[in-house]
């Protein structure tokens, strides 16, 4: 029989209904069946596409007898991190804290009234790899339950006030100097690996607000060496079996230091962030290949994450079915690798030759180190030789590599598709969608693109009339299946004012300012702490945790308190308003010390410091302007610049001669107006 969780619309908690544990979803009836039954509760937090989550489930949650242990020890809770990233955070701190690092799936064990009082990530069902056993975990955690139980709760009341005091964030009492982008820099260039890209060693994560900074750092302060890091790691991850080299999209790290085995989920959020950091490498340098890197991602979004209605997905899987006769077996990656004869069969001998030259594939598979032996015989595709140095290998002419390599990926694109694709976590997220509109509203105007500013308005719309509460002015977290649901967090207000004011930058449509005034505004009412400056999590009032945490760490998604500070930043300039300014100062200077001494764990806070503190643009059209005009604009990387037109300008302005005309301001003050495109060019700075 089904769990309670059946009666949920989480792809993850679904993914569970059917396992023997008496699974409840996070709320108010599972703590009160604890207090009621005088049980610990085992609190699991996962997502729909991790690959250790399914592994625990096979071996621990469709285990009959661990089940009996759970059911008859502990009430057990489900969560998935997705849909409430405020219970994951306090107890991925708590886990993080105690054990020195963290992940999913998370375990956690809690008191009644939601104090953890130990925690891990994976547990194997029994003893191995030096690793505790879950079943002996769990049943030395009840006994400890049963025959010392003041020790427990003693120790979750002190865990709950220590994890407070190190989550608190006290507000100084001026702005940091701009010296902490230097030493941030230093500190990238310290971890920068210069033989193959990226920060530090493996595994290796994209970490994309580390680009950004660093792409900002380089044309404030004319630093080649900080380009050059970003164009190496863009370049090799490109290459790199991390990307599908088929059909586009990034999986979600690397496992090796080469950028070459991933780990195959394909997450929203990464394809949004890495698509923009593509985006503002081209606009820097012009390198064609950049922007068609950012292009297949796009293509990758559009047909695999594409929501019917104009929104977009959250991920798919990493792991899928390995052969369809036997659909129960899933390996990591099944979907994306190949066997050298596979290839043979759909190029024939020739082509095989060609593409197995230019995308590293050996006969015996090209995956040295794997110690589950999932890739046995098997082939991760990247790019190894250039099509020039294949054509010279082979004496062929570049062009006919080229279309060769060309009709062999149509070719196995094809082939693929006929397998089981990953599993799609379907449900739609306010903040991941607002990092695709402002990828999509950005690549239009960098890219000359006018269909992916109609996608970016498209999901827009989706979000205003699906997940937009107009009666209460509330923004909800979570759509699927007709059901909108969960109270939008920080991220969410943060990300999605973000990404209105970049689609009104790629639109000029007014509605977007006037809706991003609208949700900052209710951000500072319900997140703001009016003593401290900064942003909590979660809104004021919400009852249902133990902590109320104000999240800096830029990590695989930037923080939401790095994204409002940004938004309320670029607003403030837009509209002339002190209200945003004010906020987002507030905010620097509450995370001031974090900025002078952790600036690697605030890359993004980075940016939005340096939009302040740097020389200030303002661009306003009066009039209709060209698509000329707009070609120069667009095309460069301003990041300290916010495009109006004119109707929507703090200062009135007008056009000159009844001619479309661009006023270039900086530092607050206008240059002489342009009326065409090649006297607006000499207004705009040389990017480095």
Same mark, same amino acid.
């Given at each position: 029989?089904p769990?309670?969780?059946?009666?949920e619309?989480?792809?993850?908690?679904?993914?569970?209904?059917?396992?023997?544990?008496?699974?409840?979803?996070?709320?108010?009836?599972?703590?009160?069946?604890?207090?009621?039954e005088?049980?610990?509760?085992?609190?699991?937090?996962?997502?729909?596409?991790?690959?250790?989550?399914?592994?625990?489930e096979?071996?621990?949650?469709?285990?009959?007898?661990?089940?009996?242990?759970?059911?008859?020890?502990?009430?057990?809770?489900?969560?998935?991190?997705?849909?409430?990233?405020?219970?994951?955070?306090?107890?991925m701190?708590?886990?993080?804290?105690?054990?020195?690092?963290g992940?999913?799936?998370?375990?956690?064990?809690l008191?009644?009234?939601?104090?953890?009082?130990?925690?891990?990530?994976? !547990?194997?069902?029994?003893?191995r790899w030096?690793?505790?056993?879950?079943?002996?975990?769990?049943?030395?955690?009840?006994?400890?339950w049963?025959?010392?139980?003041?020790?427990?709760?003693?120790?979750?009341?002190?865990?709950?006030?220590?994890?407070?005091?190190?989550?608190?964030?006290?507000?100084e009492?001026?702005?940091?100097?701009r010296?902490?982008?230097?030493?941030a820099?230093?500190?990238?260039?310290r971890?920068?690996?210069?033989?193959?890209?990226?920060?530090?060693?493996?595994?290796? !994560?994209?970490?994309?607000?580390v680009?950004?900074?660093?792409?900002?750092?380089?044309?404030?302060?004319?630093?080649?060496?900080?380009?050059?890091?970003?164009?190496?790691?863009?370049?090799?991850?490109a290459?790199g079996g991390?990307?599908?080299?088929?059909?586009?999209?990034?999986?979600?790290?690397?496992?090796?230091?080469?950028?070459?085995?991933p780990?195959?989920?394909?997450m929203?959020?990464?394809?949004?962030?890495?698509?923009v950091?593509y985006?503002?490498?081209?606009?820097?340098?012009?390198e064609?290949?950049?922007?068609?890197?950012?292009?297949?991602?796009f293509?990758?979004?559009?047909r695999?994450?594409?929501?019917p209605?104009?929104?977009?997905?959250s991920?798919?899987?990493?792991?899928?079915?390995i052969d369809?006769?036997h659909?129960h077996?899933?390996?990591?990656?099944? !979907?994306?690798?190949?066997?050298?004869t596979?290839i043979?069969?759909v190029?024939?001998?020739?082509d095989?030759?060609?593409?197995?030259?230019?995308?590293?594939?050996?006969?015996?598979?090209?995956?040295?180190?794997?110690?589950?032996?999932?890739?046995?015989g098997?082939n991760?595709?990247?790019?190894?030789?250039?099509?020039?140095?294949?054509?010279s290998?082979?004496?062929?002419?570049?062009?006919d590599v080229?279309?060769?390599?060309?009709g062999?990926?149509?070719?196995?694109?094809?082939?693929r598709?006929?397998?089981?694709?990953?599993?799609?976590?379907?449900?739609?997220?306010?903040?991941?969608?607002?990092?695709?509109?402002?990828?999509?509203a950005?690549?239009?105007?960098?890219?000359?693109?006018?269909?992916?500013?109609?996608?970016?308005?498209?999901?827009?719309?989706?979000?205003?009339?699906?997940?937009?509460?107009?009666?209460?002015?509330?923004?909800?977290?979570?759509f699927?299946?007709?059901?909108?649901?969960?109270?939008?967090?920080?991220?969410?207000?943060?990300?999605l004012?973000?990404?209105l004011?970049?689609l009104?930058?790629?639109?000029?449509d007014s509605?977007?300012?006037?809706?991003?005034?609208?949700l900052?505004?209710?951000?500072?009412?319900? !997140?703001?702490?009016?003593?401290?400056?900064g942003f909590?999590?979660?809104?004021?009032?919400?009852?249902d945790?133990?902590?109320?945490?104000k999240?800096?760490?830029?990590?695989a998604?930037p923080s939401?308190?790095?994204?409002?500070?940004?938004?309320?930043?670029?607003?403030?300039?837009?509209?002339?308003?002190?209200?945003?300014?004010?906020?987002?100062?507030s905010?620097?200077?509450?995370?001031?010390?974090?900025?002078?001494?952790?600036?690697?764990?605030?890359?993004?806070?980075?940016?939005?410091?340096?939009?302040?503190?740097?020389?200030?643009?303002?661009i306003?059209?009066?009039?209709?302007?060209?698509?000329?005009?707009?070609?120069?604009?667009?095309?460069?990387?301003?990041?300290?610049?916010?495009?109006?037109?004119?109707e929507?300008?703090?200062?009135?302005?007008?056009a000159?001669?009844?001619?479309?005309t661009?006023?270039?301001?900086e530092?607050?003050a206008?240059n002489?107006?342009?009326?065409?495109?090649?006297?607006l060019?000499k207004?705009?700075?040389?990017?480095?």
């Amino acid at each position: 029989m089904p769990n309670r969780l059946a009666l949920e619309k989480s792809p993850y908690l679904l993914q569970h209904a059917n396992n023997p544990v008496d699974w409840l979803p996070w709320g108010e009836e599972a703590f009160e069946k604890a207090r009621r039954e005088d049980k610990p509760v085992f609190l699991s937090v996962g997502y729909s596409t991790c690959h250790w989550c399914h592994v625990m489930e096979r071996e621990s949650f469709e285990n009959e007898s661990i089940a009996r242990v759970l059911n008859e020890h502990f009430v057990s809770i489900k969560v998935d991190r997705e849909e409430r990233p405020d219970v994951d955070r306090i107890y991925m701190l708590f886990v993080q804290a105690s054990t020195g690092s963290g992940g999913w799936p998370m375990s956690v064990f809690l008191t009644p009234d939601r104090k953890p009082f130990f925690g891990g990530t994976y !547990f194997p069902p029994d003893n191995r790899w030096g690793r505790p056993g879950f079943r002996s975990v769990l049943e030395s955690l009840a006994q400890a339950w049963r025959e010392d139980r003041g020790r427990v709760e003693q120790s979750g009341a002190q865990v709950l006030e220590q994890l407070r005091s190190y989550s608190a964030v006290e507000a100084e009492s001026g702005m940091p100097g701009r010296d902490v982008l230097d030493s941030a820099y230093r500190a990238f260039r310290r971890s920068f690996d210069s033989k193959l890209g990226g920060f530090g060693g493996a595994p290796k !994560f994209p970490r994309p607000s580390v680009l950004n900074f660093l792409l900002r750092y380089a044309v404030d302060q004319k630093e080649e060496d900080a380009l050059n890091m970003v164009l190496f790691t863009l370049r090799e991850m490109a290459k790199g079996g991390m990307r599908d080299q088929l059909a586009g999209g990034f999986h979600r790290y690397s496992v090796d230091a080469h950028w070459f085995v991933p780990h195959f989920e394909k997450m929203l959020y990464d394809q949004a962030q890495l698509a923009v950091s593509y985006i503002e490498a081209y606009q820097i340098t012009g390198e064609e290949a950049l922007a068609e890197v950012a292009r297949d991602v796009f293509h990758y979004v559009l047909r695999d994450l594409s929501h019917p209605e104009g929104a977009f997905c959250s991920a798919e899987d990493a792991d899928s079915v390995i052969d369809p006769a036997h659909p129960h077996e899933k390996g990591e990656g099944a !979907f994306y690798i190949w066997s050298a004869t596979e290839i043979q069969q759909v190029l024939g001998a020739r082509d095989a030759t060609i593409f197995g030259a230019r995308f590293g594939v050996r006969e015996n598979g090209n995956v040295d180190e794997d110690p589950h032996g999932e890739f046995t015989g098997r082939n991760i595709l990247y790019q190894a030789a250039t099509e020039e140095e294949v054509a010279s290998k082979y004496e062929w002419q570049t062009e006919d590599v080229q279309r060769a390599i060309e009709g062999a990926r149509e070719a196995l694109i094809k082939q693929r598709s006929t397998r089981v694709r990953p599993h799609l976590d379907d449900k739609v997220l306010t903040s991941w969608n607002a990092m695709m509109i402002s990828a999509f509203a950005k690549g239009s105007q960098a890219l000359g693109e006018p269909e992916y500013a109609e996608v970016a308005r498209r999901a827009a719309d989706f979000l205003k009339r699906h997940l937009w509460k107009e009666s209460d002015r509330t923004l909800l977290r979570r759509f699927r299946e007709g059901e909108a649901a969960v109270e939008g967090f920080l991220d969410d207000y943060a990300g999605l004012t973000l990404a209105l004011l970049d689609l009104y930058e790629t639109t000029f449509d007014s509605e977007y300012l006037a809706w991003a005034k609208q949700l900052a505004e209710i951000a500072i009412d319900r !997140f703001s702490d009016a003593k401290e400056g900064g942003f909590f999590s979660t809104a004021e009032g919400q009852a249902d945790l133990v902590l109320r945490l104000k999240d800096d760490y830029d990590g695989a998604e930037p923080s939401g308190n790095s994204v409002m500070t940004l938004a309320l930043l670029r607003l403030a300039r837009m509209t002339g308003d002190d209200r945003f300014g004010v906020a987002a100062e507030s905010a620097l200077r509450a995370f001031g010390s974090r900025l002078r001494t952790q600036g690697t764990g605030v890359p993004q806070m980075l940016v939005a410091f340096a939009f302040a503190t740097a020389r200030p643009m303002e661009i306003v059209f009066a009039g209709a302007p060209s698509e000329e005009m707009l070609r120069v604009v667009r095309t460069r990387f301003l990041p300290n610049a916010v495009v109006t037109r004119a109707e929507d300008a703090p200062q009135p302005m007008g056009a000159v001669g009844g001619l479309a005309t661009a006023y270039v301001c900086e530092n607050y003050a206008c240059n002489q107006p342009a009326t065409d495109s090649k006297s607006l060019e000499k207004l705009l700075p040389q990017t480095i």
